[in-house]
Nanobody, 115 residues
Framework: QVQLVESGGGLVQPGGSLRLSCAAS????????MDWYRQPPGKEREWVAM???????NHADSVKGRFTISRDSSGSTVYLQMNSLTAEDSAVYYC?????????WGQGTQVTVSS
């Protein structure tokens, strides 16, 4: 069983930054890919960023240039660095891991951007 635990969410002012963490119960390198998704209030969940086992990254157009997905050297944590936050970035952020045909989700962490 794979467990993913997100942390780092909170309340931040517009223009501010946050770094989200996703701690996995097994090494990140064992997964095919890791993704961050978010679900704004009243809206569907949307994809934000991805990181493959080989280190390839990609980001949604809405966050490109502001958000960066990365992993730590130990290979147990994936991060989402979020800069220049706006109210439109307010959402519950989820970490997702893909291992073969299996997909695992974390419980989510709330990000609220407000003055």
């Amino acid at each position: 069983q794979v467990q993913l635990v997100e942390s780092g969410g909170g309340l931040v002012q517009p223009g501010g930054s946050l770094r989200l963490s996703c701690a996995a119960s097994r090494r990140i390198f064992s997964f095919n890919r890791m993704d961050w998704y978010r679900q704004p209030p009243g809206k569907e969940r949307e994809w934000v960023a991805m990181l493959t086992a080989g280190g390839i990254t990609n980001h949604a157009d809405s966050v490109k240039g502001r958000f960066t997905i990365s992993r730590d050297s130990s290979g147990s944590t994936v991060y989402l660095q979020m800069n220049s936050l706006t109210a439109e970035d307010s959402a519950v952020y989820y970490c997702r891991a893909t291992l073969g045909a299996n997909i695992y989700w974390g419980q989510g962490t709330q990000v609220t951007v407000s003055s």
